[in-house]
Every structure is written in C-alpha cells, then in structure tokens.
C-alpha cells in the first residue's frame, strides 16, 4: 500500500540544502525563545525623534528646512565618498554572494514558496518601485536640477546643461543595480538568519556574526534599529 506519510520536498539538483543535516521536525538552534513582537525603547526613541520632528516643522518651517538642508550638505560632504564606497562594496559582494556556490542555497529549505517568481516580481513592482518611481522618476532629477547634489555644487551651476548630468548621475545612484544590491544581499542575510537562528527580522540582526546571541537585547542593537527606523523614514519623506 502506499504511504501516506507525506515526504518533505527535495531542493533542485545542484542546490544546497541548508537543512540537509537537521532531521525532520527538529528546531532551529535559537528558536526556542520566543522574541518579544516590539521593542519599547525603539519604538519610544524612534517614534519620540519622529514626532519631535513634525512639531518642529509645523512651529519653524523655515528654520527646520535650513537645519536640515545644513546637515544634509555637511553628512554629504564629510560622508559621501565613504558612502558611495559602501554601496559599490555591497554590490561586490552581492554579485560575489550571487555566482558562488551560496547563491544556490534555497532560502526557507525544503519548503516550497508561496508565491512564484512571477508574482514577487509583480509584488516588487508595484509596492517598492510603483511607491517611489512614480513620483521620483521625474521629482528628483528636476530636484537636482535645480538644486546641485553637494558633491558637484562646487563645479556646477543650477539649471545648466551640466547640471542635468549631475542630476541624472545622482539619480541613477539611487534607482539603479547599486540600491538593488542593496537589497537583495541585506534582506537575504536578515531572513537566513531570522530563520536559523530564530533572530528578529530587524536591522540589529546584521550585527549577528560579530556579536553572536546578544544582539538579542543588547543596547548597540537597539541604536542600530532606532538608526535605520529615523533614516529610512528622512529618505523617504525628504
């Protein structure tokens, strides 16, 4: 007769199998802990600076845009090499991570997804994409237009020819392979570890392979969470 116990599926040939040494039905190292669904003091911290922020803009509108656009110019000066740096390194490693035998791991093991490539991509498109492209694939070149990134205002005049070059450069800074690599190598990392380790699926969990389990709770993982929820939030609206 057949069987009907139900056998788990097998990953494609080639690929490897990062649950090929844990028996059916084991835990995940990690797992047994539940983690707690929010963190207080970033969610007080983060949501505190944010709220601080929209008060000063609705009290000085004019000196909170100066405040801003002084610390803009200053981060994008002392930083900005540094930061395009950091993002052609990530995109090294992200092809590295791709064409190696690690870009072959299934992410999730034996379980098959959800939803096929076709319908992640359509996801993809029309939340993460359609949210910014509609308005800031013609918003902010003119913006850069306009006003020259930092890095070429010293060369440029605003509204010159130059200036369109300058402000399609920066915008395809932001939109193209470099943002993507971003991404995809980071929110890989995030989820395997979230999955093996049962970690939280926050930013603090990049911080894993140099400070091991405390970055549980730890206070450097609260900052850095309270860091990436204040950035994401200033990238978006500003």
């Given at each position: 007769?057949?069987?009907?116990?139900?056998?788990?599926?097998?990953?494609?040939?080639?690929?490897?199998?990062?649950?090929?040494?844990?028996?059916?039905?084991?835990?995940?190292?990690?797992?047994?802990?539940?983690?707690?669904?929010?963190?207080?003091?970033?969610?007080?911290?983060?949501g505190g600076l944010l709220v601080a922020?929209?008060?000063?803009?609705?009290?000085?509108?004019?000196?909170?845009?100066?405040?801003?656009?002084?610390?803009?110019?200053?981060?994008?000066?002392?930083?900005?090499?540094?930061?395009?740096?950091?993002?052609?390194?990530?995109?090294?490693?992200?092809?590295?991570?791709?064409?190696?035998?690690?870009?072959?791991?299934?992410?999730?093991?034996?379980?098959?997804?959800?939803?096929?490539?076709?319908?992640?991509?359509?996801?993809?498109?029309?939340?993460?994409?359609?949210?910014?492209?509609?308005?800031?694939?013609?918003?902010?070149?003119?913006?850069?237009?306009?006003?020259?990134?930092?890095?070429?205002?010293?060369?440029?005049?605003?509204?010159?020819?130059?200036?369109?070059?300058?402000?399609?450069?920066?915008?395809?800074?932001?939109?193209?392979?470099?943002?993507?690599?971003?991404l995809g190598s980071l929110g890989a990392?995030?989820?395997?570890?979230?999955?093996?380790?049962?970690?939280?699926?926050?930013?603090?969990?990049?911080?894993?392979?140099?400070?091991?389990?405390?970055?549980?709770?730890?206070?450097?993982?609260?900052?850095?969470?309270?860091?990436?929820?204040?950035?994401?939030?200033?990238?978006?609206?500003?």
């Amino acid at each position: 007769m057949p069987s009907h116990h139900a056998h788990a599926a097998q990953p494609p040939d080639g690929a490897v199998d990062p649950d090929g040494d844990r028996e059916a039905g084991a835990e995940l190292p990690g797992t047994s802990a539940p983690e707690r669904p929010t963190d207080p003091a970033v969610v007080a911290v983060s949501g505190g600076l944010l709220v601080a922020f929209v008060i000063a803009a609705l009290v000085a509108p004019a000196a909170t845009g100066e405040a801003v656009g002084t610390a803009f110019s200053a981060a994008a000066r002392w930083f900005g090499p540094f930061w395009q740096f950091l993002l052609l390194a990530t995109f090294l490693v992200a092809v590295t991570l791709a064409f190696a035998r690690t870009g072959k791991v299934r992410l999730g093991g034996r379980d098959r997804p959800e939803y096929g490539r076709f319908q992640w991509t359509a996801m993809i498109m029309s939340t993460l994409l359609a949210g910014g492209g509609v308005f800031f694939a013609a918003g902010e070149p003119v913006q850069h237009f306009m006003n020259v990134p930092p890095h070429y205002s010293g060369d440029v005049e605003p509204g010159s020819a130059a200036a369109g070059d300058a402000a399609l450069a920066q915008s395809f800074t932001h939109w193209g392979f470099l943002a993507w690599a971003v991404l995809g190598s980071l929110g890989a990392i995030v989820m395997m570890r979230g999955r093996e380790r049962g970690l939280p699926l926050r930013p603090r969990t990049l911080l894993y392979p140099l400070l091991g389990d405390r970055v549980r709770h730890s206070r450097l993982g609260t900052a850095v969470d309270i860091i990436c929820i204040v950035a994401v939030v200033a990238g978006t609206v500003g």
